[in-house]
């Protein structure tokens, strides 16, 4: 008997303890009256979580309550400032993943969107469309595509994607991508490598129906001359063509791109000058250029266009080339009308900035800051030889808003970058462009266009 009371009594204490703190057991009661149950212990641990919890919730709460007092412009600014946060740790990584990581961010929106509208000062009209800033990235950081609405969003006034080659291949073996954060410089042997136009052609396809009705309520009005933005929106979106290594026919392989992607393209442009696929810098050559030029121009202009009519073609060069070979490029260019050049892609050259550093060693185009003057210099001969008739893009070396603007004064009418992209980030592109207008006004100029030259007058 006495052992069945200690059981129950045992029983009752476990119940008490681990199912229902609160119950009190029957032993306790008297005249069938339950006492009030003591409160519940609370450990000094638990209550530091709460206090803890407690405070991170207001905190958050407060700082909605705080972010959304802020206007867009200022919080936007914010956004894009934070990206710096996150610049050492791509440092760390081995560049082409860094690389792959930085466009797989901005395929998924993972980027800041830009909702501030470009000063005034810096839109400008060319090939029959509207830039809302003249500051562009160049091509080579979305080689596939994969993330132009997320680009364009970063306040790029265009972006140029590829080089794209007909059909899909590798490139040059890994590594190939070199860095030289002294001097703010890159070297690549990359050898166009691309998923191919079938692949771009698809993901083109798709982002072009989605950006064209998101944009459909906010057409240009009819008969406006001037379309503001591309084919599908607001951002010009330039498809950068390229050949496959192997391919014996160069001129049927860009034709082969025209075909299949100039539909989605606000321009095209003929890659000729990169120096990492072997005999491509020989169709440079007067007659070899113009044979191309001459073949891609008839399969652009044999397809059936709309109102807004063909996109442009443009032709991107090398910096790495003699006076004469400027000279035939720009008779070239004039005789066929050439809606305009890419000055310039990377040199293979390694100037003295740069030729104690023992990456300089790898072979490879270099780009970045050691390409400025070079590139600078071969924009300016340009412009003096096609005597301003055709639209210049300066691209080589462009790191700040000076630098764009001194690509402008010597003869450029957009310009692009890409190499310091890769580090500074997204908050590079404001900065850029506010900086380019401060020199703008500065030296009493209103407007892009009347700057475009300068130093070449």
Known sequence: MKQRVGFALIRESLYHKLIKPNYVPRHYCTNNVRPTPPPPKVHHSSKKGRLLTGATIGLLIAGGAY?????????????????????????????????????????RGWVPREKRPDLPILGLDVWGRRFSNPVGLAAGFDKNAEAVEGLLGLGFGFVEVGSVTPIPQEGNPKPRIFRLPNEGAIINRCGFNSEGIVAVAKRLSAQHGKRKMETSSTSSPAGDEVKHGGKAGPGILGVNLGKNKTSEDAAADYVQGVHTLSQYADYLVINISSPNTPGLRQLQGRKQLKDLVKKVQAARDEMQWGEEGPPPLLVKIAPDLSKQDLEDIAAVALALHVDGLIISNTTIQRPD??????????TG????????NMSTNILKEMYLLTKGRIPLIGCGGISSGEDAYKKIRAGATLVQFYTA?????????PDIKAELARCLEKDGYKSIHEAVGADCR
């Not at 900035?353 to 790898?362: D, L, R």
């Not at 500074?424 to 592109?429: D, M, S, V």
């Open 67 to 107: 972010a959304s007092t802020v206007d867009e412009a200022t919080l936007c600014g914010w956004l894009f400032s934070a990206t710096t946060l996150v610049n050492p740790f791509f440092a760390y990584l081995d560049p082409e993943v860094a690389h792959r990581l930085a466009v797989s961010a901005a395929a």
């Open 353 to 362: 900035s740069i030729s104690q550093n023992p990456v300089a060693q790898e």
């Open 365 to 372: 185009g270099l780009s970045g800051k050691p390409l400025f």
């Open 421 to 429: 992209f890769g580090y500074g980030g997204p908050a590079l592109i």
